[in-house]
């Protein structure tokens, strides 16, 4: 069983919408934080956003105000919505979830999102 599971993304004109979402698979148990980040090509992977059990949420620089993450405790899962889109926004976005007490994180395999200018 994939431990988490990416899907939406997909091409969009800027000025766009787009969402993510994310579901952790049964096995994963005491998740703490879960958020999104994203690899632009030649790039280091960086933070998009993420949010605590608690709801507590942190964004990067570029995306505040646009973007808005969300979860639903009971069902494992992460939404990333994401609106008025640019091209820097274009990377592949990757589910990251971390448990609680632990030093254990899990990836998801990647989600492609492309803005066209």
């Known amino acids: 069983q994939v431990p988490l599971a990416e899907s939406g993304g997909g091409l969009v004109q800027a000025g766009g919408s787009l969402r993510v979402s994310c579901g952790a698979s049964?096995?994963?148990?005491?998740?703490?934080?879960m958020g999104w980040y994203r690899q632009a090509p030649g790039k280091q992977r960086e933070l998009v956003a993420d949010?605590?059990?608690?709801?507590?949420?942190n964004y990067a620089g570029p995306v505040k105000g646009r973007f808005t993450i969300s979860r639903d405790n009971a069902k494992n899962t992460v939404d990333l919505q994401m609106n008025s889109l640019k091209p820097e926004d274009t990377g592949v976005y990757y589910c990251?979830?971390?448990?609680?007490?632990?030093?254990?994180?899990?990836w998801g395999q990647g989600i492609q999102v492309t803005v066209s200018s």
């Open positions: 990251h979830v971390r448990i609680r007490s632990s030093t254990i994180t899990y």
């Open positions: 049964g096995s994963i148990f005491g998740i703490s934080t």
């Open positions: 949010i605590t059990s608690g709801g507590s949420t």
